[in-house]
């Protein structure tokens, strides 16, 4: 596609529930970004792949989010057990190469709302 | 850690005029890049104009431009001839040289352009 498509749009989650956020980063894109975006916030950097290794997790708030990128294409983001502090925009990003030789490109974001 | 301050939550601006957005940040590296995302309510964030510190030069984009202070560690957004489409939350970020990565938002300056 002409740039990065996240899905669904918008996510509505009873507390403990599983939830998968889907990122398809612009085709080539070797690297991709997860960056969480809480409501009045700047986003915050939850994690960065390289292809399909995950070079940096460090962002990620808990074991119950994990992320994958399995074909170096398409990434999910699941959270587990989700809780009312989950709920916040994720916005996922590509680049070709470096973030400053190519800038990235962010999707419109997965609203999630945890009730 | 980086911090990225931006100290106005809000501005307004009339049609035509010009407006200055501020952002502060403190680190110790000495080579490092900085950015200006804007993020319609669209939610897409969408890179507006970017500074390599090691550049004394400051960056212009048309009628964007950046006011870089190293040593005071200043960076803000000039906006000239504001348009309405200029309607949007303006964010700051820092990235490492090193990281090659990870951006540190700031928590944003919501700008509304006047008719």
């Known amino acids: 596609g002409a740039g990065v498509s996240q899905s669904p749009r918008y996510k509505v989650a009873k507390r403990g529930q599983d939830v998968a956020l889907r990122c398809d980063p612009i085709?080539?894109?070797?690297?991709l970004f997860w960056y969480q975006q809480a409501l009045g916030q700047g986003p915050e950097f939850l994690t960065y792949?390289?292809?399909?290794?995950?070079?940096?997790k460090s962002g990620l708030p808990s074991d119950r989010f994990f992320a994958e990128r399995p074909e170096g294409s398409v990434s999910t983001l699941k959270i587990q057990r989700t809780q009312q502090e989950d709920s916040a925009v994720y916005l996922c990003a590509s680049s070709s190469v470096g973030v400053w030789n190519s800038p990235l490109h962010f999707g419109n974001g997965t609203r999630l709302t945890v009730t | 850690a980086q911090t990225v301050t931006q100290s106005q939550p809000e501005m307004s601006v009339q049609e035509a005029e010009t407006v200055t957005l501020s952002c502060t940040y403190d680190t110790s590296e000495n080579n490092y890049y900085l950015f200006w995302y804007k993020q319609p309510p669209s939610r897409q964030m969408i890179l507006v104009i970017r500074?390599?510190?090691?550049?004394?030069q400051n960056a212009t984009e048309n009628r964007f431009s950046v006011n870089f202070q190293k040593a005071a560690k200043s960076f803000s957004l000039k906006i000239s001839d504001s348009q309405l489409g200029d309607t949007a939350m303006y964010f700051c970020?820092?990235?490492?040289?090193?990281?090659?990565?990870?951006?540190?938002f700031g928590k944003g300056t919501s700008l509304l352009v006047t008719p």
């Open positions: 792949f390289q292809n399909e290794a995950q070079l940096d």
């Open positions: 500074q390599e510190a090691y550049k004394q």
């Open positions: 085709s080539g894109h070797v690297s």
């Open positions: 970020a820092f990235m490492r040289s090193n990281s090659g990565y990870a951006l540190n």
